[in-house]
């Protein structure tokens, strides 16, 4: 999972003393990959185990190079609720600061299939979503809506996907899975948009949910989110298995 979603450029925080760094995760055009707190160290301050429910809460480690800066006022848990058959992803954001912090969350779940199976034999459908059009960079630069995709089942067959989805339905969207030969049903929820990437090997998917765009402080339709000074706010994402 890669919390933090940040394809800025400019990029706000890139002017601060300790840019370069190790946190920093760029593509070929030197524009930033996953976000601010990809790769940070996590330590376990919380663990519960049980028959129906189990649950895991991680805090971030601030790097020591961000002393003096607005990152490093806003603390970030991330959390595992695991139920038999269904995942639920929890970050709990505090911004210690006196500013408004504005940001885009996602995470960047894979799923896969055995070597001698294909996604090819997946049905995607979805609660109903406009097309982002990507430019140069892969960045976004037009909600599409006068279409509506994903509203409908539509098979994997052949079909090689890198793009970007609108919710329609806000926080209220979904994106899911079938597979008639296992009886299977994936359902992810969480974002407003979603990113659907299938690699070439055919062997998985990619359904990453977001707040907003990676872009979000430059892109008109991203969607930033915020915290005001001095507060608390939490976002959930969720993944679900259901066999029928």
């Known amino acids: 999972m890669f919390p933090w979603v940040n394809r800025l450029e400019p990029n706000p925080w890139a002017r601060e003393p300790f840019y370069p760094s190790t946190h920093w995760l760029t593509d070929g055009n030197g524009i930033p990959?996953?976000?601010?707190?990809?790769?940070?160290?996590?330590?376990?301050?919380?663990?519960?185990?049980?028959?129906?429910?189990?649950?895991?809460?991680?805090?971030?480690?601030?790097?020591?190079?961000?002393?003096?800066?607005?990152?490093?006022?806003?603390?970030?848990?991330?959390?595992?609720?695991?139920?038999?058959?269904?995942?639920?992803?929890?970050?709990?954001?505090?911004?210690?600061?006196?500013?408004?912090?504005?940001?885009?969350?996602?995470?960047?779940?894979?799923f896969r299939w055995n070597e001698d199976e294909s996604i090819d034999d997946l049905f995607l459908f979805g609660s109903g979503f406009h097309r982002v059009k990507l430019g140069d960079y892969?960045?976004?630069?037009?909600?599409?809506?006068?279409?509506v995709v994903l509203n409908t089942e539509e098979t994997l067959m052949g079909k090689n996907l890198d793009d970007l989805y609108f919710a329609i339905h806000g926080q209220n969207s979904y994106i899911g899975l079938f597979s008639m030969n296992k009886k299977e049903k994936l359902i992810i929820q969480g974002g407003e948009f979603?990113?659907?990437?299938?690699?070439?090997?055919?062997?998985?998917?990619?359904?990453?949910?977001?707040?907003?765009?990676?872009?979000?402080?430059?892109?008109?339709?991203?969607?930033?989110?915020?915290?005001?000074?001095?507060?608390?706010?939490?976002?959930?994402?969720?993944?679900?298995?259901?066999?029928?």
């Open 33 to 110: 990959l996953h976000g601010l707190y990809h790769n940070l160290p996590r330590h376990l301050v919380k663990e519960e185990v049980g028959d129906n429910e189990s649950y895991a809460e991680f805090e971030m480690e601030i790097p020591s190079v961000w002393k003096g800066t607005l990152l490093s006022q806003i603390q970030v848990k991330e959390c595992y609720r695991l139920y038999p058959s269904e995942l639920k992803i929890i970050y709990r954001l505090v911004n210690e600061s006196d500013s408004e912090f504005p940001f885009a969350l996602g995470i960047h779940p894979y």
């Open 138 to 147: 892969l960045l976004p630069e037009k909600i599409q809506k006068e279409d």
């Open 194 to 244: 979603y990113q659907v990437y299938t690699p070439q090997d055919r062997r998985s998917i990619a359904i990453e949910p977001m707040t907003g765009t990676g872009n979000f402080l430059h892109f008109p339709g991203g969607n930033p989110k915020t915290i005001a000074p001095k507060t608390e706010k939490q976002i959930e994402f969720s993944i679900r298995l259901d066999r029928f």
